[in-house]
């Protein structure tokens, strides 16, 4: 399956022709990352989630220590990724999402890279529109919006790029760049540490790296920079954690969370066999037979000749079949695993591209290790965020597989991928547009999102929910403006207040839901209670309606009396409500403390 252009002649690449196609390039990440916010990413809003990374990282930016002043089960090196958010002009969410969007596409294209072994600038339509449409499954359902997984992602996936362009051309800056990118994937999220650990094996075992080995002065000054770029980020990180006296504190907040070991992953069908014969599981033994067939071609191809290359296709077409069709028969949604049988498709195509081509392919193994590293999660066990590169490299690895046929004319090739990649393009956005538009992610279907969040604060313009989230929002705006004090907490949902309104939060923690407080956290809030009684001028808001009603359109009532009761996970909020001494108020759904 070539669906990419042939590669050229050096000779016949001019300078002008090269920037002319990395312009076109880059014009269509740009216009795809724009487009799908403009379309997708901007309707619906979640007060929750879709705001506790940009609020770890205003914290950070107000140069607030990790571990000491913000309590996280994990590291925050997504919080100092997303102070760019902060910087870029226009409204902080709606340019927050075009990022999140940009780390998306950007990682689909280094894993399409790396796979293909081509590059950018020489890849056809079929190719760009393969991996165009690959960055809109990656995203599927999931809301355009910061999140820690998809840095991990995006660290790995050009981190490794960059590393493998380094090792391959001799260049060091390249090299080194890689080094950092992938010893930082780590610190965004725990699940991500084998990232440095494939990254390391990958240096000592490259070829370059065995010349002169353990004899030269100039093989250990590379390997001592080598590994000073690996871990460059782990030394400025554990620095500033050191310098404020938190190494402690931090040990045992990223130790106190809950496990994540992938056994929903990798048990899919291994407890219950019968699930091969249920959709969408059943794709997986469609596809392992025709995995085998295809296998066992390569392994007869001088036998089978051309009459066997033919039958090859038609079973990468139906491998093709099966891959749509177990995304089809997932609709999008977790609970049915359809991303965890991408994770296994992708299994069997390397075990068919190594029986076949007697080459183990490395970087899909990469892809392959990088989507269980996807999966170790709380709420969301399972590769989604990874289904779109699953799916394009299973089949970019059962293409490379096929024996050799004559080609046809270049011309037939070239329209042939250029409908091939539109279709792809087409589908999969058809796909993403009419999943969100029927119920955007904890909010409502598309026709029901009247309220524009733009209208309440500046740093959402252009974002639009349903009438209860934008009652509910719109009362947190009108509690600051009436009460306003320097320190302000909007508990327990509501992390993404603190940079939308510019607020600064006394409390150690931007979202206490119960999986988020480890270690000493209750403590540490119930301390930074008694500072405010203490100091005084503050204002905590504590709601009365729960996240699950919002995401149903409210009710969300006009007021609340003093006596309404608040919305509790653990019992830490009423702990820190009867706490605080400040003058109770009321203010729209919202019961506060208030002293000023």
């Avoid at 965020?385 to 011309?411: I, K, N, Q, S, Y």
């Avoid at 600051?480 to 949902?493: E, H, I, K, N, S």
Wanted: hydrophobic fraction near 50%; include cysteine; charged fraction near 15%.
């Amino acid at each position: 399956m070539d669906v990419a252009s042939p590669p050229l002649s050096t000779a016949l690449v001019r300078p002008p022709r090269t920037a002319l196609r990395l312009c076109l390039h880059a014009a269509w990440v740009l216009a795809l990352a724009i487009g799908t916010e403009l379309r997708v990413g901007r309707f619906g809003f979640h007060p929750s989630d879709q705001g506790f990374i940009l609020a770890q990282a205003w914290r950070v930016l107000h140069g607030e220590v990790p571990h000491t002043d913000i309590i996280s089960a994990r590291p925050l090196g997504s919080a100092f990724l997303h102070v760019v958010d902060f910087v870029l002009p226009g409204p902080l969410f709606f340019v927050s999402s075009v990022l999140t969007m940009l780390e998306i596409i950007l990682a689909t294209i280094a894993f399409t890279v790396l796979v293909t072994r081509r590059r950018v600038r020489d890849w056809g339509p079929g190719l760009t529109g393969l991996t165009a449409a690959a960055s809109l499954l990656n995203l599927n359902a999931f809301p355009l919006m910061a999140w820690h997984t998809i840095d991990g992602i995006f660290l790995t996936a050009c981190g490794a790029w960059a590393l493998d362009s380094g090792l391959r051309k001799g260049k060091a800056w390249p090299r080194w760049l890689g080094l950092v990118l992938l010893g930082a994937a780590v610190f965004v999220k725990q699940s991500f540490a084998p990232a440095p650990l494939i990254a390391l094996l990958w240096l000592l075992l490259h070829p370059s790296m065995r010349e002169g080995a353990f004899r030269t002065g100039h093989w250990w000054g590379r390997l001592a920079g080598d590994l000073l770029a690996l871990n460059a980020f782990l030394i400025l990180y554990i620095g500033i954690v050191a310098f404020d006296g938190g190494l402690g504190v931090m040990a045992e907040q990223l130790t106190g969370g809950l496990p994540a070991y992938g056994e929903r992953l990798l048990g899919l069908w291994l407890g219950n066999p019968e699930a091969l014969t249920r959709p969408p599981v059943r794709g997986l033994a469609f596809f392992a037979i025709a995995g085998a067939l295809l296998a066992l071609i390569g392994i007869f191809r001088e036998r089978t000749g051309f009459a066997g290359a033919i039958f090859a296709r038609l079973l990468l077409l139906a491998g093709v079949a099966v891959v749509v069709g177990t995304v089809v028969d997932g609709r999008f949604t977790g609970a049915s695993r359809w991303a965890d049988v991408l994770w296994w498709i992708l299994g069997v195509a390397l075990l068919v591209n190594w029986v076949a081509t007697r080459r183990f392919h490395r970087m899909g193994a990469l892809v392959f290790a990088t989507g269980f590293m996807t999966s170790l999660s709380w709420g969301n066990d399972t590769p989604t965020l990874f289904t779109g590169t699953l799916a394009l490299t299973a089949l970019l690895l059962l293409a490379d597989a096929l024996p050799p046929v004559p080609e046809p004319p270049r011309r037939l090739r070239l329209t042939g991928a250029t409908a091939m990649g539109l279709v792809a393009v087409l589908a999969s956005g058809w796909a993403v547009v009419a999943h969100h538009d029927k119920a955007a992610y904890l909010d409502m279907a598309h026709e029901k999102l009247t309220g524009d969040l733009g209208t309440v604060t500046p740093s959402l313009s252009g974002i639009r929910t349903n009438p209860g989230t934008f009652a509910y929002i719109s009362q947190i705006q009108d509690c600051v403006t009436r009460f306003p004090a320097g320190r302000t907490a909007v508990l327990p949902d509501n992390p993404f207040a603190y940079p939308a309104f510019g607020l600064r939060n006394p409390f150690p923690l931007e979202w206490p839901l119960p999986l988020e407080i480890v270690a000493d956290a209750p403590q540490r809030m119930l301390a930074a209670a008694d500072d405010l009684n203490r100091d005084g001028d503050y204002l905590v808001l504590f709601q009365t309606v729960s996240m699950p009603t919002l995401t149903k359109g409210g009710p969300v009532p006009a007021q609340v009396t003093p006596e309404t009761p608040i919305f509790d996970y653990l019992g830490l909020e009423k702990a820190l409500q009867s706490r605080l001494t400040g003058q109770t108020v009321t203010c729209g759904s919202f019961i506060g403390k208030y002293r000023n």
